[in-house]
């Protein structure tokens, strides 16, 4: 089993639209979670961390659910420009900094 | 600003002529790290490094070398290029703190293409 798992997508959605990514990992060490996004070809960025009780940025929801290993993102009114890739990234597996990065569910918003 | 500056953005060389990415950061963190990224492969660690002097390798190593001189560099250096390294590569550096859940800051990319 992969350390971290992302369905690839692509999730094709409307303008307008509500979309969930989920991202299992194998490693119940794992303390910090986060997720960034990623244009084409282009650096990752930090789009917001996931916290144990779970947040909230603007659209963005981010869950942790430590009992089955997954973390989630909820992107509520989609915009066209949310069309990106979207990667999960663990810290602290073994107690150790290494990041440890998904392969990124990419996601395309259509007018 | 706080950046991680990359470079070249762009590299087009010939199978078995050295070259050096070059990466640097203004922020002072101790962690730096480099990837390749491939279709459908997402990004692959090569090689890390926690502090000045002390590094380590990552998941596909071969045919890379790193050095960690001085706390803000960390430059990326292919020997002998093949076209197997032909990719688009990140440097990222943090605190490396887990206790302070620090984030990764990205260089821009260097995309490589091994003729």
């Known amino acids: 089993r992969k350390e971290v798992e992302q369905d690839p997508g692509p999730f094709n959605v409307p303008e307008g639209a509500t979309v969930a990514f989920n991202c299992t990992y194998s490693?119940?060490?794992?303390?910090?979670f986060f997720w960034y996004r990623q244009d084409c070809r282009k650096e990752p960025k930090l789009l917001m961390s996931?916290?144990?009780s779970g947040n909230e940025d603007g659209r963005f929801t981010a869950q942790l659910n430590r009992a089955s290993q997954y973390i989630s993102l909820l992107i509520r009114d989609s915009k066209l420009s949310d069309s990106a890739t979207y990667l999960c990234?663990?810290?602290?597996?073994?107690?150790?900094?290494?990041?440890?990065f998904g392969r990124g569910t990419s996601l395309i918003v259509h007018p | 600003e706080a950046q991680v500056t990359q470079n070249p953005r762009y590299l087009i060389t010939v199978t078995g002529k050295k070259l050096t990415v070059t990466c640097s950061q203004n922020?002072?963190?101790?962690?730096m790290s480099w990837y390749r990224q491939d279709p459908g492969l997402g990004l692959r660690q090569i090689y890390y490094?926690?502090?000045?002097?002390?590094?380590d390798k990552g998941d596909v190593p071969e045919g890379y070398k790193v050095s960690r001189k001085e706390k803000r560099n960390f430059p990326l250096i292919l020997e002998s290029p093949s076209p197997n390294q032909t990719s688009l590569y990140f440097c990222?550096?943090?605190?490396?703190?887990?206790?302070?859940?620090?984030?990764?800051?990205f260089g821009s990319g260097t995309q490589l293409s091994v003729l």
């Open positions: 490693n119940s060490a794992s303390q910090s």
């Open positions: 996931v916290y144990s």
């Open positions: 990234v663990l810290l602290g597996g073994g107690g150790s900094y290494i990041p440890t």
């Open positions: 990222a550096s943090s605190f490396g703190s887990v206790a302070t859940n620090e984030k990764l800051f």
């Open positions: 922020m002072n963190h101790e962690y």
């Open positions: 490094s926690m502090n000045v002097e002390v590094t």
